[in-house]
T-cell receptor, first 115, second 113 residues
């Protein structure tokens, strides 16, 4: 089942912060975050593993709340280059192990940063 | 260090035809996954290949098939094309195993007339 991302779109001015959420009704094994600019390939940002681990990449960080089956992506002091569509891709846990490698993506969150 | 490369970049076909898309993985990667991305949507998993075998498959009909070669490159074949098959087809490569990030190619834009 497809994870649900919120919000669907967000508009920022440079320097502002944003949070993008990714929620699942199924037990998650890991969450992968990607950014895709128009006409380009999705670019890997980071991977979160179950256990509530928080990771960071410059001014972009993320967390994984296993109890809520939710991951959040935090963008601080946004830059023009942050504009694009953000996708979370999830790997689900199942009785036979995991479906690792099979990513189920959310519908995306469109982030627009203005000067 | 070459990333994931896909060919062709664009392709136009008519209904009922067959198409083959190609993918060369990032150097050092041994696992290839294929995704279909419709306009305005997230990528949808088609299948994954490892050691020349299909290891996982998404909810796609048998018209979608693939192959992985000994050098880890891969092909996606689609038979009896339908209008609904028009999409961006993305190839992603990774190392085998858990917690492995997937690196995407620029995709092949397939248009069905």
């Amino acid at each position: 089942q497809q994870p649900v991302q919120s919000p669907q779109a967000v508009i920022l001015r440079e320097g502002e912060d944003a949070v993008i959420n990714c929620s699942s009704s199924k037990a998650l094994y890991s969450v992968h975050w990607y950014r895709q600019k128009h006409g380009e390939a999705p670019v890997f940002l980071m991977i979160l593993l179950k256990g509530g681990e928080q990771k960071g990449h410059e001014k972009i960080s993320a967390s994984f709340n296993e109890k809520k089956q939710q991951s959040s992506l935090y963008l601080t002091a946004s830059q023009l280059s942050y504009s694009g569509t953000y996708f979370c891709g999830t790997e689900f846990s199942n009785a036979g192990g995991t479906s690792y490698g099979k990513l189920t993506f959310g519908q995306g969150t469109i982030l627009t940063v203005h000067p | 260090d070459a990333g994931v490369t896909q060919s062709p970049t664009h392709l136009i076909k008519t209904r009922g035809q067959q198409v083959t898309l190609r993918c060369s993985p990032k150097s050092g990667h041994d696992t290839v996954s294929w995704y279909q991305q419709a306009l305005g949507q997230g990528p949808q998993f088609i299948f994954q290949y490892y050691e020349e075998e299909e290891r996982q498959r998404g909810n796609f009909p048998d018209r979608f098939s693939g192959h992985q070669f000994p050098n880890y490159s891969s092909e996606l074949n689609v038979n009896a094309l339908l209008l609904g098959d028009s999409a961006l087809y993305l190839c992603a490569s990774s190392l085998e195993g858990m917690y492995q990030p997937q690196h995407f190619g620029d995709g092949t834009r397939l248009s069905i007339l």
